[in-house]
C-alpha cells in the first residue's frame, strides 16, 4: 500500500492542524493505521494508531485530548486532528499502516508514508 501525507505547515501555539494520509494500492479498510512523529535529534515516537474498523484508538500520552485520529474508509483516508497545539508538538508526522494494531502502535509498521512537516511557532 502506498500512503500520501499531507496537511502540515506553520501554525501557531494553540492553534490547530489537520493532517491526512491518502491510501492506494491495497484494501485499505484492512490495514490498522497511525500517526508517528519525530522531532529534531529525536527518535520517531508513536502519536496515535486506529485499527481497522475504528473500533479502538489509542494515542500517546501527551496529546490524550488534544489529538484525534479517525478514518474515511470509503475514501481510504485517516485523518489526525490537532487542537491546542504546542511548540513541542513540533516535528515531521508520519502515517503508517499495518495488518497489526500492535505492530503500527510500537512503530514497526510495513507501510510508511513520506511524512509531513509541522510546526509550531510561539
Known amino acids: 500500500v502506498q500512503l500520501q501525507a499531507s496537511g502540515g505547515g506553520l501554525v501557531q501555539a494553540g492553534g490547530s492542524l489537520r493532517l491526512s494520509c491518502a491510501a492506494s494500492?491495497?484494501?485499505?479498510?484492512?490495514?490498522?493505521m497511525g500517526w508517528l512523529r519525530q522531532a529534531p535529534g529525536k527518535e520517531r515516537e508513536f502519536v496515535a494508531a486506529i485499527t481497522w474498523n475504528s473500533g479502538s484508538t489509542d494515542y500517546k500520552d501527551s496529546v490524550k485530548g488534544r489529538f484525534t485520529i479517525s478514518r474515511d474508509n470509503a475514501k481510504n483516508t485517516v485523518y489526525l486532528q490537532m487542537n491546542s497545539l504546542k511548540l513541542e508538538d513540533t516535528a515531521v508526522y508520519y502515517c503508517?499502516?499495518?495488518?497489526?494494531?500492535?505492530?503500527?502502535?510500537?512503530?514497526?509498521?510495513?507501510?510508511w508514508g513520506q511524512g509531513t512537516q509541522v510546526t509550531v511557532s510561539s
Open positions: 494500492g491495497r484494501t485499505f479498510s484492512g490495514f490498522a
Open positions: 503508517a499502516a499495518d495488518y497489526l494494531f500492535r505492530r503500527v502502535r510500537s512503530g514497526n509498521s510495513d507501510y
